[in-house]
């Protein structure tokens, strides 16, 4: 087989000296870091930014006129105007910093809720959103949570035996009555890419709203917004070399300047009086109390980072990790891949299941070779039960993995088979 790392156009062991701790040792064993859909590493530029934020120029943002607090503004502004930029969105004003991916969902949910009787994003009884059979929890429940509130009814896309959308009845799934479309641009479980024109196309002819969930996207592949035509896109910085604690709600501007706030409080308003308050326009009548300062900061070198390397590249690596892998397993009797096992339209997440042996077991297994993966039903439980699984096995490379890394995890497997075997 052509080397991976060969055919690769950056140089892999300069980017793995960026993070510290892939230097560090598990159980005796050089760490082999495959959770990376659940959270990635830090590179040291990250950390430096976010560290010399807070030593240097920390203090609250807006209305303040001391040097720290304008030094705080204007580095938190610049890093919504580097995310805008990140995602090839028109206007920086669209770019609504949130605690993270979870909170954005919720607050176009409650945005929907909280809208009055007659506004576009009011939704009552005879009005349907519509999710897909394969979302993460937090693009499912809060819809969930919405329907419940407003006697709207939740639709869903089902999926077929493959791993991917079954769209036969698309068209009646998404109809006169729908007033969003949720779903995932690539699954944190199948490792699925969708169909993203076909969706937004559908969702356009019936006047629904769209909101695309880019937390598997964002990090891995170039995403412009303007070009995949959705009106909302969400990411969460903790999965693309940011810390935890920040996520993106990307808008569209005249949607969120008229679309209800979501928490009620400091910054997010025009004028307020004992009687009633006005709101200001996006992205600050969604940030409401002192937001995520430092964590945007560190979000900004994140977005260098990965632009520095290259989007198209690091897709391209992934790529050719995850077809090695698939590749390895299906040589593997007894193991079977949950999702697509081929690499038309999917991302870097593989799920597999061991025959015979819980994936916990697994996954205690195979770290004590050293190998992080993650076990479970990786909050998207209806997927397991969908293909008749308890939960689980995910693999999940990312920019700084290697072919030998890959290899150690096939390796893993058949040491998991033969232990549990006996």
Known sequence: MTSLLAATTYDVAAVRADFPV???EVNGRPLVYLDNASSSHKPRQVLDAEREFVEQHYSNV?????????????????????????????????????????????????SFGNAKAGSRFALG??????????????????????????????????????????????????????????????????????PVDVLVARAKQVGALTLLDGAQSAPHQPVDVAA?????????????????????????????????????????????????????????????????????????????????????????????????????????????VIGPDSMHLRGAAVSFAIEGVHPHDVGQSLDELGIAVRVGHHCAAPVCRRYGVPATTRASSYLYNTEGEIDALLEGITTVQRFWSR
């Open 228 to 336: 995949l035509d959705v009106d909302f896109f969400v990411l969460t910085g903790h999965k693309m070399l940011a810390p935890s604690g920040i996520g993106v709600l990307w808008g569209r501007r005249e949607l969120l300047d008229v679309m209800p706030p979501f928490l009620g409080g400091g910054s997010m308003i025009e004028v307020v009086q004992m009687a009633g308050s006005t709101y200001a326009p996006s992205p600050e009548r969604f940030e409401a109390g002192t937001p995520v300062i430092s964590q945007a900061v560190a979000l900004a070198a994140a977005c260098d980072y990965l632009d520095d390397l290259g989007l198209e590249r690091v897709h391209a690596h992934e790529q050719l990790l995850t077809a090695r892998l698939i590749e390895g397993i299906r040589g593997l009797d007894g193991v079977q």
């Open 22 to 24: 892939l230097a560090r």
């Open 125 to 194: 009884p005879g009005d349907e959103v519509c999710v897909t059979e394969m979302e993460h929890h937090s693009n499912l429940v809060p819809w969930q949570m919405l329907c419940e509130r407003t006697g709207a009814t939740l639709r869903w896309i089902p999926l077929t035996d493959g791993g991917r959308l079954d769209l036969t009845d698309l068209d009646t799934l998404v109809n006169e009555r729908t007033k969003v479309l949720a779903f995932v641009h690539v699954s944190n479980i199948l490792g699925t890419t969708n």
């Open 62 to 110: 807006h209305r303040g006129v001391h040097t720290l607090s304008q030094e705080a503004t204007d580095a938190y502004e610049a890093a919504r105007e580097r995310v805008a930029r990140f995602l090839h969105a028109p206007d920086a004003r669209e770019v609504v910093f949130t605690k993270n991916a979870t909170e954005a969902y919720n607050l176009v949910a409650y």
